[in-house]
């Protein structure tokens, strides 16, 4: 029985190894051809190196001639906004410095312009400011702005915000400075561009003076005012927001940079009426030209208040305002 197996088995053996070779040459080359696909890629078999031992490379030595060409000069900002932007890390020492004398000197120009940024300019004007804040400006399509903290506290003291057309060019601003009085270091140089005496000292008398009360909402909230000097022909306005000193009559005599009655300063190059009509929304009270509601007229307001040593009140009748 087992011869039989054996037999069997070498008899199949015997027809592979015959079908084997007689398969033509020819027909070797009918074998389907796998092809990869586009994305795909082939595997690379790695030859094994000969030595254990680790091939190190030469180094080539490289020589540096010394730069003797003229430093180029890089531009600041590119043509586009940017969305992001490198600026230099201030120590607060020079951060206080730089803020000091852009607050002294404006940049050197007068309002609507701002620390040297002007209506018209290209938003470009206003990024170039980071260099000197030490900030990147936040940036959102054709609006762009600055967010500052002035004191010990991290509280954003300071905003200035620019808007632009569809060209790029700066359309209007708006500066908004809360609590001056807590900025002790500064003082000098709001009193030097915000304070109102000072204003009315460089600019002359406004086009326009309107005053707003906002009537007591609650039985402990403070009487509020917002005075507006509107300067038409030069294209900018100033308004001063705070609580009053006095309720009956109110009467409002601390608009003053270093007094805590007075909460914020702003500084708009825009039409103001929008600003007007916000605002008496916002107070549910609607601005009134201060003749209407005082007994002074635009001249007198100008004559006392640009006296930086005037210490005398608006007065005027909470009737008025109920």
């Known amino acids: 029985m087992a011869t039989v197996k054996f037999l069997v088995l070498t008899s199949l053996l015997l027809s592979l190894i015959a079908f084997g070779c007689s398969v033509p040459p020819d027909a070797l080359q009918t074998l389907p051809t796998i092809t990869l696909p586009l994305d795909a890629t082939p595997i690379t078999a790695k030859t094994p190196a000969l030595s254990s031992k680790p091939q190190l490379e030469a180094t080539p030595t490289v020589t540096t001639e010394p730069d003797t060409s003229p430093p180029t ?11 992001r932007m490198f600026v230099p890390t201030l120590s607060p020492e020079a951060f206080k410095k730089n803020l000091i004398k852009l607050f002294s000197t404006n940049g050197g120009c007068d309002f609507p312009c701002w620390w040297g940024v002007r ?31 002035l004191g010990d506290f991290q509280f954003r003291d300071l905003s200035v915000e620019f808007f632009s057309d569809l060209n790029g ?3 209007d601003m708006t500066i908004s400075l809360t609590y001056p009085s807590r900025l002790s270091d500064y003082i000098d140089a709001f009193e030097r561009q915000l304070a109102l005496h000072s204003l009315l000292e460089r600019y002359g008398k406004p086009n326009e003076v309107q005053l707003l009360i906002k009537p007591r909402s609650e039985p402990n909230s403070h009487i509020a005012y917002d005075l507006m000097l509107i ?15 006095d309720e009956d009559p109110i009467r409002i005599c601390s608009i003053k940079m270093n007094d805590h009655h007075l909460y914020e300063v702003r500084l708009y190059t825009q039409d103001l009426l929008p600003v007007l009509e916000e605002r008496s929304q916002f107070f549910l ?7 209407e509601v005082t007994s002074m007229s635009p001249d007198d307001f100008y004559q006392v208040y640009s006296d930086a040593n005037y210490s005398g009140c608006i007065e005027t009748s909470y009737e008025l305002w109920k």
């Open 169 to 171: 060019a700066i359309q």
């Open 73 to 83: 000069s890089t531009p600041l900002v590119p043509t586009s906004f940017p969305t």
């Open 285 to 291: 009270s609607e601005f009134r030209p201060l003749d």
């Open 231 to 245: 300067y038409d022909t030069r294209g900018f306005g100033v308004e001063y927001w705070g609580i009053v000193d």
């Open 119 to 149: 209506p018209s300019d290209p938003m470009q004007a206003a990024f170039s400011l980071s260099m000197t804040l030490g900030e990147a400006p936040h940036i959102h399509k054709n609006y762009s702005y600055y967010s500052l903290s």
